[in-house]
């Protein structure tokens, strides 16, 4: 064990040099953990620049033109093949950056007519219910031949 320094940077450095030396000695490989990367977003400009640098290169018929691009640029041929797909599509327009994920189904406006028809459906099947019962009551009371008593709305 080593003896301690007055440092603490230094007593930390030496255990882990200390550490690494013994499973170095077994002939365990360190693991490094990489830090987390943030997805690349292209703007509709960088697209369109890099799909005509592709066309350049194609035109130019030196062998491995396009893959130097590609691999010079960090891009996959299916990236560049989707971003001609959009630009054919849809034009320069077709290119701009979207939030990634799902589009949602429905606009607030639509969303809160959903929500007043549902509502408005709901009161539609009490108020039903309400009125079979209000029937339902006459017939009782003209079974039982009984009166029915008289009410403000009626007069």
Known sequence: ????????????????????????????????????????VFTAADKLRILREADAALASGERGALEALLRKRGIYSSQL??????????????????????????????????????????????????NALIALQKKAYALLDLTLPESDEEA
Not at 7 to 36: F, W, Y
Not at 113 to 119: D, Y
Request: proline share 7%.
């Open 81 to 130: 093949s989707s971003w001609r797909a959009q630009l054919q599509a849809q034009g320069a327009a077709g290119l701009a950056v979207r939030k990634p994920g799902r589009k949602p189904q429905l606009t607030e406006p639509e969303r809160q007519l959903a929500a007043a028809t549902k509502r408005s459906e709901m009161l539609e099947r009490k108020l039903h219910i309400a």
């Open 1 to 40: 064990m080593p003896k301690p320094f007055k440092d603490l940077d230094t007593v930390v450095t030496s255990e882990a040099k200390a550490s690494d030396r013994t499973s170095a000695s077994r002939g365990a490989q360190l693991e490094s953990v990489p830090g987390r990367r943030r997805r690349r």
